[in-house]
């Protein structure tokens, strides 16, 4: 497994587990509740934003539009 794939897999696990964790409320997450976090990242493309902003803290609209090579309204 290469370096680049294993940090994505790191980066998808934690971001999953972060998704299913619940440290506001004691009780765990109903499937319901969880079903509606991950329609929020069901697209590639949101998928592909989350992990960039996750790498580049502070980076702006246009600079994501620009690096995935994709037009800002999306």
């Given amino acids: 497994m290469s370096s680049k794939?294993?940090?994505?897999?790191h980066t998808?696990?934690?971001?999953?587990?972060?998704?299913?964790k619940n440290n506001r409320i004691r009780s765990p997450k109903t499937p319901?509740?969880?079903e509606r976090y991950l329609k929020g990242?069901?697209?590639h493309r949101r998928i592909e934003?989350?992990?960039l902003v996750a790498k580049r803290n502070g980076i702006t609209v246009d600079e994501i539009a620009t690096t995935l090579n994709?037009?800002?309204?999306?």
Avoid: D, M, R
């Avoid at 794939?5 to 897999?9: D, N, Y």
């Avoid at 998808?12 to 299913?20: A, F, R």
């Fill in 5 to 9: 794939h294993a940090a994505h897999k």
């Fill in 12 to 20: 998808i696990g934690k971001l999953y587990s972060n998704i299913l």
């Fill in 32 to 34: 319901k509740q969880i």
């Fill in 41 to 43: 990242v069901s697209n």
């Fill in 49 to 51: 934003i989350l992990l």
């Fill in 70 to 74: 994709c037009n800002f309204k999306t």
